[in-house]
């Protein structure tokens, strides 16, 4: 089911769910968690050696949609603009939280890690470290358009709903910003070469 079909049944399902309805709650949470999760993972790439940073600020996100459903409601926009405003929150303050202060570990583990091995963490890393400083090259809507419509997968409305801009500026902008990404991503390999 793509994004846009989804976006369909969730405005009376939020209202339902606003309203106390623990079904309707159960399946909204369903739907719109993925979305959640893919946009974290986005925006916060693999912290801390994995994807654990980033699926605990969705898992605070899908809280605090939770906790908010309550005094949802429905003004028009899709309700995963509602719950995009909250990631895109939980995410700025993960992102300070991150800057400020680093976990060091001081427990060895009892097993063997079987996860992927240091070079293909190293590989994987640089891959999105690479990722994301082509993306900060990028004005912030253009990012925001990049991230939302191909990382999370939004429809052109869903983003336009979200940023408050039409679904043509979208597109258009996520067409400037793909040509340039490529024109960046060229002239650095360029510079490796």
Do not use: N
Request: glycine letters at 8%; one cysteine or more.
């Amino acid at each position: 089911m793509s994004t846009a079909d989804e976006e369909i049944d969730l405005g009376p399902l939020a209202c339902r769910a606003a309203e106390g309805d623990a079904a309707a709650t159960e399946a909204l949470l369903a739907r719109v968690r993925p979305l959640i999760v893919r946009y974290c993972r986005a925006r916060l790439g693999g912290r801390d050696g994995g994807r654990g940073s980033a699926d605990d600020v969705a898992q605070e996100v899908c809280l605090a949609v939770l906790t908010a459903l309550p005094r949802y409601v429905d003004r028009g926009r899709p309700f995963v603009a509602f719950a995009y405003g909250i990631a895109a929150h939980k995410v700025v303050d993960a992102q300070r939280l991150h800057a400020v202060r680093s976990d060091p570990s001081g427990e060895l583990p009892d097993t063997a890690d079987l996860a992927d091995g240091p070079e293909q963490i190293a590989v994987s890393a640089e891959r999105t470290h690479g990722l994301h400083r082509l993306l900060a090259m990028l004005p912030d809507m253009q990012r925001e358009v990049v991230i939302l419509r191909i990382a999370v997968g939004m429809s052109a409305r869903e983003v336009a709903d979200s940023l408050g801009m039409s679904a043509g500026a979208v597109r258009v902008a996520q067409h400037r910003a793909l040509s340039r990404l490529r024109m960046l991503a060229a002239a650095e390999a360029e510079l490796v070469s």
